[in-house]
């Protein structure tokens, strides 16, 4: 009886700390999140502060996540912000996307590019028309990195505002909405050949032809553009493409490919107008 | 508009200086005055004839050349090779002829003159016939008039030198050629006008004589020593007009009439300009200056003497035509494409004929172009005969198409026409209609608007009390990359809010706060801005912004808008915002920059007032600072120390005795303070001594970085045994740099520095003769007294033309233990810059 009674003791002992230990892990990891903060809210050094930023951001609790935003907009040095932004990309909690949308407007350039690559991790698609906001920054870094983020996450709705961020020097935009088009957007496209870089366009139209959901008509349209703009780069273009495993799959399309290239090399035309001097984008 | 506009009387005075009437008074004020120059007159008193003859009666207003036709006579191409005469009227060129010309052609009323090397021609008026060629001796050629048949033409010689000096009238016979009579005179003369049988000279700026045309003998002469004359014209249509030299003064005279007096006002007309060009310059046949900066005022006999015909007078700046009503305000403005070379006004308007070879009359009221003609060819310089009698009636341009003209011409990237720029801002700035704000932060934005044109739309925009909703609407731009759009001009519009008091901005400003694009020096005085229009509404943003920041790279070479922010929030009554400030200096993070200004502001009790006095203590918004330290600011600072310096190169002479001047140069930090101070010699007691004291100075803070700035000390003998014009400041009526001065009151040029005029050494060490100095010193050194500072050396303030930026001079109070007190008088004389 003795021993029934004291292994019934254990086990309900034991029972009954299994039940509890969730709830102090809990409660302990509160409390550390509780203890980072406030060492966050008056760190010693930077370097204090950027592990305190990580320790938080690895506990990826609501508490943490808050007491992050809460640092960020209390003001930090330049690394602290930085990091503190890209560990808010983690979250989708909408305190986080209001802190990181309001740092798109931040007066350092590097922190909006944090801001918005965050803002595309932790939304995807969604994040498109805050990404489109920074096609309008006034740091070509922070265009492009929007840019290509559009071109990653952003839609077809994005073209309209690519489209134009190419028209006026972006490069990277060139590249997005090769990523973006659809076969309707090649001839929006393609009026900006003569406007921009050569090599710019060149980078839009290899994105096109490497897309799998485009059909091959359109493809096979792009490859006679080329055709039509000739040129020693254009010749190196296409051979480079012809080296593509996805381009190289499609017999048709190397097909074309190789017959441009054949004609071009023996027609020897004059380099196409086409080939823009490249220009940095203007602010 | 108008009360925006200085009014200074510009005496168009009628009769006071009229020959026989030649006031008593004139004459005594004559006699007075110092002989510094020789003057016609006193020759020439023997042969006045006396009277004044009779008074030509005003004809009707048309050309004064016999055709009755408006003429311009014109030289073309460069060099100049064509002389042409234009008829207005018909639109054709009557006649030309292949000259090599040296002078501008004058329309007579018979002929064309004009010169080739030392001789002038004569062209028939009518069909530019060649009349006749007179040689003349003295290498310039000044002009010519016609009296009757007799043409007068005066030639002079410029030079310095008394033996060559002097000048020529000659009268040829019209019709023949052959000469009439000859003057000679040793002093230098104007261009004749003559009118009648009687020809007027100036001679060097204060006689004029009257010739009867037919003899050459003096009828009369007056000096006038107050007033420089600087042009005289005779016509049958206005009578004897004579011009001072002060800009746009003009004296007209004519005879036997009773003095009366009008006033033109001054509307910070562009350049310094005459009624009419000097009578003492030649005109070139070549491309120059003439003609190319003018004002003109058709001036017609009235009822109570002189007035304006038509009401209306021009300025012509380069491709700038302006038209001013009588009381200063602008009715029509007119950027042309081509640079103006000769201008005449009449009752109907202005005829211009530009380089381009293009002859336009445009409406006196509202600037329409009445008729249009070319001369064929481009033009180097010519002469216009083309007075029109009845203005035709028109309707006034509206204030939308002077608004907009004064705005071309505002935005005319031409750096030549500035001071004309400037002029057209100043009156889209007093333009009553609202629009006229859009149009200033138009320009304020564009490119070609140089700084000094955008200081005059921000000191401007404040002081108007019309158009706030186009600065409000234009805090809605931003930057844009897609847009291409720029951010708002706040520079132009915040001050403009403040002033108005716009608190309905204050959504729009915090906008512009937290807005990446807006600039580190405009965001201080939005910063300004935001707590005095926004009270205690500010505290919260304010804070945001304080706290957002106060560890960010981004301010960390400016830290002005933060500090001002912290001085606003630290005065909100709401508990949490006020101590945002001491918390922040608590931080370790804090930017070290902000950090020194919260540790200043929390031991400063002066932090306690209210947010909207943000501005006043100690900090500035950095938009409201100066781009760079001026060399006035550095003579002002100084100044203010000029006793420390004195110390410190008293003790330097006994050391040096030669020394004659000290050049500190150092480097100016944008907060005032110095660094890399270098004397110069470097004496290691010098350098020590103006070191330590140049390191305690702080001169006034300035937007750029650093900047490089330099002083020279100079140590100059006593200006009492040394200089017999020392004496007061005041005493300095006959100075040239005083009339420069005097002449320059009125001047609306921009400058690009201080006046050559204004001391640009304020300081200065008056000393004994360095023998003096010497035994001074080794008798300091004898008796160890402070009987060494018994004034062999005495350093002060020198004076300036401007009081203002001067330290005085030293007085008996002044004077160190043992030192000789010295009066002023005794350490004052001009020092010209030695920078």
Redesign the interface.
Known sequence: LAACCVGGALWLRSSSATAAEPARRAHSAQAETEQLCAQLAKPDTTAQALVLVQRLAETRSAAANACLVQALLAGQADAVTDLIVDALSETTEPTALDALVRFTRHRRAQTRGHAYAALARARGAAASAWLEQGLRDSDAGVRALAARALGEHGGASALDSLLRALGRGEAEAAIAIGKLGDAASLQRFAAYLGKQPLDVMLAGYQRYLERTDLDRATKLHIVATLEDITGEPVRAFMQSLLARPSIAADAQLSGALRGSLSRLRHAGKPAAAAAAPRTEPSR | MIGAWRKVALAIRLGCTALGACSAAQHEHARSLPKTLETMCDESTASVVGGTGTAPHPAAPQPTNRLGKPLIAAITGAPATTLLVYDLEAGRVRWRTAVDASARPQILADLVVTTQGPAMLAFDLGTGARRWAASFDRPVWLGASQAGALVVFATTTPTRDPTLRGSTLVAIDALRGTKAWQRTFAQAISRPSCMADRCYVLSDHHDLLVLDARSGASLNCTTRRQTELEWVDASDRAGLLVGASAPRAALAAAPQRVADQASLPETELPGQVLFRPSSYVPIPAARSAHGRIALLGPLLPGPNGARLAGDRYYSVFYRDLFAHAADGRFVWARLLPSDVVAAAADAAGLVVVTEDGAVSRFDADSGAQRQTGSLGAAISSADLDTTQAAPVPSAAQTGADLRRSLTEIALDPDMRTLPARALAIEALLAAPEAAATADLLAIYQHDSTPPALRERVVAGLPKRGVGTEYLIDALLSH??????SRPPPLAAIVPALVAQKQERALPLLLDCL????TTLANLGLLVDAIARLGGAQACAPLG?FL????????FAQDATALALAARAVASCADQEASTLPARLA????TLPGLQNELQAMLTDSVAQSSPGAAGAHGLQPTAALPATLSALAVQHTFAEHAQDLRECILDELPRVPTLTAVRIAFVANHDGSTSAVHITPDTAELRHCLTQKLHSYRFPAFRSGRQLASYVVTLRPNAATSDPTSGTPTDTSETFWTLSQTRAAGRTKIPSAPPWWLNQNPLYLSVDPPARAVRSAAAAAASQTHEAAAAPVVPSAAPAANAATTQPPSTPSDARPGETARTPADDTWWLPAQH
């Open positions: 930057y844009d990359f897609l847009d291409d937290f807005d990446p694009n945001q706290s957002l920041y106060h560890a960010d790279s981004a608590q931080r370790t993070d």
